[in-house]
């Protein structure tokens, strides 16, 4: 049923597995909707795994659906006959089961039929081609499924709401909120086995039982425990004023995440130079040698910055724009000192790849693999950093 559904589905992009849409099926044969608007809404809420792609299921569904309509061979007096809206009446329960019987080809056949024979004009009727009826032909009746003639989509709201495409604004180049950040960090989650042999091992315990012939041995094993470990490092202040929000939703998601074993964070004003800061004001500093030598290279590294700046902000010594900084090291040695130091790292730019046609932003995309600060970037960004490398 509706695999033809399925299908256009995968041709708009909408990433449906076969397991989803099996549950789709079960819950169609345990009789869980009774009209193509509950349809609709269960399908999306089984099939479509992120509000992303709500617009790509909106498409697919109108695409779907829509086609159900006025066969080609339809006569000039039948849609005479049904060109004026008419009120419609219900079906009864008896006529609601003989219809949920019927699938689509058997339709076609009946209106086939239907088409030779009806030689006058029908209204609330359930047989003919007509109006306001319980007939499956016709329009402004009632009938889930039926093939509709003339007239406009009145019963079949679902189609309406897919046509509207409410959540069109849902993309993947779109901006983040915090549930976003938080979903695209989960995926950073590492467990490994990791301290005391303090759990029991289910498995190797029955299979040495067997062997010592029902003698009870009891193995154990570490217990898995989050292993993963996060250093964020953001740019703060100048250009990076409009996109106050964004980092704050980050921070935010990043902090309350409960997805880490350990997460430090630290901040710096267009280029990391001979300190980083604990505050975003910048007053309490952190030696960034010291950072270095004592932080574990495991730690996966997010920068996040617009990477733009004078060419002598980023290549030159004392280059730093704030004049008290004083920078004994240029910041391009910095950021290559950082990189070698980590094992995985990204930097997320709240611009678009467009605006990276820049001198410093191409000099710094060298040495970090840039992203994009929106939900597809930061996809591919939590992908790369846990790559094994």
Not at 114 to 124: C, G, I, N, S, V
Request: proline share 3%; hydrophobic share 40%.
């Amino acid at each position: 049923m509706f695999t033809d559904f399925f299908y256009t589905l995968r041709k708009r992009k909408v990433p449906v597995s076969t397991t989803e849409w099996m549950t789709l099926m079960e819950a169609l044969t345990k009789g869980c909707i009774t009209n193509l608007d509950e349809f609709y809404f269960l399908a999306r809420a089984i099939l479509v795994k992120s509000e992303a792609y709500y617009d790509h299921y909106d498409v697919a569904f109108k695409e779907y659906f829509k086609g159900v309509e006025t066969p080609a061979e339809i006569s000039e007096q039948i849609l005479e006959w049904i060109r004026d809206p008419i009120n419609r009446m219900i079906l009864t329960e008896k006529e609601q089961i003989l219809f949920d019987s019927m699938d689509f080809d058997e339709l076609l056949e009946e209106l086939e039929k239907r088409l030779k024979e009806q030689t006058e004009q029908h209204d609330r009727g359930g047989y003919w081609i007509g109006r306001g009826g319980t007939s499956p032909f016709g329009h402004s009746g009632y009938y889930p499924a039926g093939i509709r003639i003339g007239g406009e989509s009145r019963g079949r709201h679902a189609i309406q709401i897919a046509q509207e495409r409410r959540f069109r604004n849902y993309r993947n180049d779109l901006t983040l909120d915090v549930r976003q950040i938080k979903i695209a960090l989960k995926s950073l989650r590492r467990l490994s086995r990791i301290g005391s042999e303090d759990e029991l091992d289910l498995k190797k315990t029955i299979d040495a039982i067997a062997k010592n012939a029902g003698e009870i041995e009891l193995m154990w094993q570490r217990s898995r425990k989050n292993a993963v470990k996060v250093l964020l490092l953001m740019d703060v202040g100048g250009s990076m004023e409009p996109f106050a929000l964004l980092c704050n939703q980050l921070f935010s998601a990043a902090h309350s995440s409960t997805h880490f074993k350990d997460l430090r964070y630290y901040y710096f004003h267009n280029c990391i130079y001979d300190d980083l800061y604990q505050d975003i004001e910048r007053q309490e500093a952190v030696s960034t040698d010291r950072l270095l030598s004592t932080i574990e290279s495991d730690y996966k590294l997010i920068l996040v910055g617009d990477a733009r700046m004078a060419p002598s902000e980023l290549m030159e010594r004392y280059g730093a724009i704030n004049y008290y900084e004083r920078n004994e090291t240029p910041g391009i040695v910095r950021l290559n000192q950082i990189a070698e130091h980590f094992t995985h790292y990204v930097w997320l730019n709240p611009y678009g790849p467009r605006f990276w046609i820049h001198p410093t932003v191409q000099m710094i995309g060298k040495i970090f693999p840039m992203f994009p600060l929106t939900l597809n970037g930061l996809e591919q960004a939590v992908k790369s950093l846990i790559v094994k490398k």
